[in-house]
């Protein structure tokens, strides 16, 4: 008999728990429907015979226990449960640790040291190797150990006994290659951007003097096409609350989060470049200030049409910090529209509600291909911006978040959950919890991929120039303006 379901995905009952030889698993009641496969089709509806089954889910469990979880009791392949794990394993356990249980795994079933039958003997030893081969292309860099690679070294003499010519073979091997060769040793310490790509270079034929001089949509641009090389490049586990606080540190399998670390970077140096900009010349005039004020909430405008969210913040944030907000004589010389359109703006990440309005936008844009210009809020402040609006609402492109958000649900998840029962064991819905985030993360990514920006290199020179104030020369500066109150 074959099962059929009403529906794309059978509704759930939960039944109750169950603990079973150091692992807790969480068991749903499914309900669902059988038909005789030898019955002629005219006549199947007749013959349809209904099942409640039990579902399985692991709650809490050793590692050994986490690891078998893997494959289901008849060897099939958990493929949620194994792209919830993969993400997030590196909380409570290092690559060479899981990678020694899954290896002992499949040797015990190839020995039969474990009691399966014939078919389902060989349903296990498949899908522990294709969980091998989806650890080793999706995640390459927990395999980065040089100089010895032993864990690659492993793979490649554990395939060659048991699975001899296969791929998994194969990919150790050439995966071993490459990084000997050094092709990949970037990925671990390199999460710059390279604006001397001769494919992605695009070098206008301008003398930047000032931010004045660049039209807004280029400047926007630049700053998407940085904040989208890194987002791209963002490792989502890095993000895990136990990572980016690096409370594990003294562990030996600790891993910085060197990829958060550039993009955070990056929104600095934005915010930091902002301030400077407006601050940099201590005798300049309130009405010359303000153009630049307005020069920045111009180019957050188009940020905003362009669905970056990381240097939208950026501006907003440092707009709203103490050295500029007191330049009571220069927002005064902002053109009153101009100010209301900030306010707009940084309405988007107001931290009431737990930034509903930034997660809202997160939700209605995320996917989408293209911004949505009916959907800009208070119409009336937007209204000199249609055009420029339609303009961008034939472009495709994808969303950058401010990552700060997720980084704050990571770290909450993080800090309000255990790691651990009280029994010792690991706490896996702590890890489920977590993956829904990252798994936001990961389709933010996906969609990135529809932006088609080239880099401007001359502009790039230019930004990374801009001297950047520490609070003590801001106070400073401010000090040697008259545009300030105290």
């Known amino acids: 008999m074959n099962p059929i379901t009403d529906g794309l995905q059978p509704s759930l009952k939960l039944w109750g728990e169950e603990e079973i030889d150091g692992a807790i698993y969480t068991v749903y009641l499914k309900k669902v429907r059988y038909h005789h496969t030898s019955i002629e089709s005219s006549e199947q509806i007749s013959h349809l015979e209904w099942e409640t089954i039990r579902v399985k889910m692991i709650k809490a469990g050793t590692l050994e226990k986490l690891v078998e979880s893997l494959t289901t009791d008849t060897g099939e392949l958990e493929s949620t449960y194994m792209n919830i794990f993969l993400s997030t394993y590196r ?13 002992n795994r499949y040797e015990q079933v190839h020995n039969e040291g474990l009691q399966f039958s014939s078919d389902s003997k060989d349903q296990h030893k498949r899908t522990l190797e294709k969980v091998l081969l989806v650890w080793l292309d999706m995640y390459p860099e927990d395999f980065y150990e040089p100089p010895q690679y032993l864990s690659l070294i492993k793979i490649k003499e554990f395939a060659a006994k048991y699975i001899p010519g296969g791929v998994l073979e194969l990919r150790a091997r050439h995966r ?15 999460h710059t951007v390279d604006f001397c790509n001769g494919s992605k270079l695009k070098s206008l034929s301008l003398n930047y003097l000032s931010i004045l001089d660049i039209p807004d949509r280029e400047f926007a641009l630049q700053l998407t096409y940085t904040d989208n090389e890194l987002f791209k490049k963002l490792v989502p586990y890095q993000c895990l609350g136990a990572a980016w606080s690096r409370r594990d540190k003294a562990s030996g399998w600790n891993i910085f989060p060197s990829t958060v670390t550039a993009t955070v970077n990056q929104f600095n140096a934005v ?8 601050l940099s010349d201590p005798l300049l005039k309130a009405a010359n200030r303000a153009r630049i004020v307005t020069k920045w909430i111009n180019i957050a405008q188009e940020l905003r049409l362009l669905k970056n969210f990381s240097s939208l913040k950026a501006i907003t944030a440092a707009l709203q910090s103490n050295s500029i907000h007191r330049l009571s004589k220069v927002w005064l010389s902002v053109p009153r529209e101009k100010i209301e359109v900030f306010s707009e703006l940084a309405k988007i990440f107001s931290e009431e509600n737990n930034q509903t309005n930034c997660r809202e936008l997160l939700i209605k844009e995320g996917s989408a291909k293209f911004v949505n210009a009916v959907g800009l809020s208070n119409k009336q402040c ?23 958000t997720f980084l704050t649900d990571l770290t ?11 029994n010792g064991l690991i706490n896996f819905d ?6 829904e ?28 120039s801009i001297p950047v104030f520490d609070e003590k020369e801001r106070y400073c500066k401010l000090k040697r303006s008259s545009y300030y109150f105290c």
């Open 91 to 103: 909380s409570f356990a290092s690559p060479s640790q899981v990678l020694s249980i899954l290896l």
């Open 176 to 190: 071993l290659l490459k990084y000997k060769k050094g092709e990949f040793a970037g990925f671990t310490n390199n």
């Open 271 to 278: 915010s930091l470049r902002v301030i400077s900009t407006i």
């Open 382 to 404: 937007f209204k000199g911006l249609e055009k420029i609006a339609n303009d961008h609402a034939c472009t495709m492109q994808g969303t950058i978040p401010y990552l700060g």
């Open 412 to 422: 909450m998840i993080d800090a309000a959950i255990p790691d651990y029962l009280p």
């Open 430 to 435: 702590k890890k489920r919890k977590e993956f």
């Open 437 to 464: 985030t990252l798994a936001q993360i990961k389709l933010l990514q996906s969609a990135a991929n529809s932006y088609d920006i080239q880099a401007n290199k001359e502009f790039q020179t230019w930004f990374n």
